[in-house]
């Protein structure tokens, strides 16, 4: 059973940065997303990435501006974010999904995800 627990959230000004990380309770072995939920609007997705951290997808708003990447020997999910503006501003998620298929047309629907963690909030001020 994989526990995820994330940190790094806060008050930023625009074009600021804040770097969120994902703890896993064990190893994943398993392909990892960033999803983002601001209030009244559906869950969208961020960034995913595999267990041999290559072929990262982001979604177009963020391209150039975040980076994910992870340390398994620490368990951990990072979500590097860079210039940031009050549109990115929500509650950001971390999720695992144990399946093993890794294409975008998957990691980008939160529905083929089996674990979550509580969500961080970002808020970024103008």
């Known amino acids: 059973q994989v526990q995820l627990v994330e940190s790094g959230g806060g008050l930023v000004p625009a074009g600021g940065s804040l770097r969120l990380s994902c703890a896993a309770s064990g190893r994943t072995f398993s392909n990892m997303g960033w999803f983002r939920q601001a209030p009244g609007k559906e869950r969208e997705f961020v960034a995913s990435?595999?267990?041999?951290?290559?072929?990262?997808y982001y979604a177009d708003s963020v391209k150039g501006r975040f980076a994910c990447s992870r340390d398994n020997a620490k368990n951990t999910m990072y979500l590097q974010m860079n210039s940031l503006t009050p549109e990115d501003t929500a509650v950001y998620y971390c999720a695992v999904d144990t399946s093993g298929l890794y294409l975008y047309a998957r990691v980008r629907d939160p529905a083929n995800y089996v674990f979550w963690g509580q969500g961080t909030q970002v808020t970024v001020s103008s």
């Open positions: 990435i595999p267990w041999n951290n290559i072929n990262t």
